[in-house]
């Protein structure tokens, strides 16, 4: 079965940086775009980076600069490297692996790893 396992998550100042990890397995990795999203408390889960096979990358407004995603098709792996971390920043960050066949979106979530950023 499809699992995606995140690492990196944890408590960091303002201003420090963290990077997260997404292991895929069970899937084609090179077929599906690779995501990270986040959810904060009482707010809904949004689009922080996502990042296509070919490489085209998209990234939310608020991280522009800030973040950057990665992807190793060779190793299965996604990468979310954060710098300049903001208390806002502050959410639960899920790896996500989309793919779409004939028409259908085909989605898949990790567990979610937790970031806190203290000011």
């Known amino acids: 079965q499809v699992q995606l396992v995140e690492s990196g998550g944890g408590l960091v100042q303002a201003g420090g940086s963290l990077r997260l990890s997404c292991a895929a397995s069970?899937?084609?990795?090179?077929?599906?775009?690779m995501g990270w999203y986040r959810q904060a408390p009482g707010k809904q889960r949004e689009l922080v980076a996502d990042?296509?096979?070919?490489?085209?990358?998209n990234y939310l407004d608020s991280v522009k600069g800030r973040f950057t995603i990665s992807r190793d098709n060779g190793k299965n792996l996604v990468n979310l490297e954060m710098n300049s971390l903001k208390p806002e920043d502050t959410a639960v960050y899920y790896c996500n692996a989309v793919r779409v066949i004939g028409g259908s979106r085909f989605s898949r979530w990790g567990q979610g790893t937790q970031v806190t950023v203290s000011s």
């Open positions: 069970g899937l084609i990795f090179s077929m599906n775009v």
């Open positions: 990042i296509t096979s070919g490489g085209s990358i």
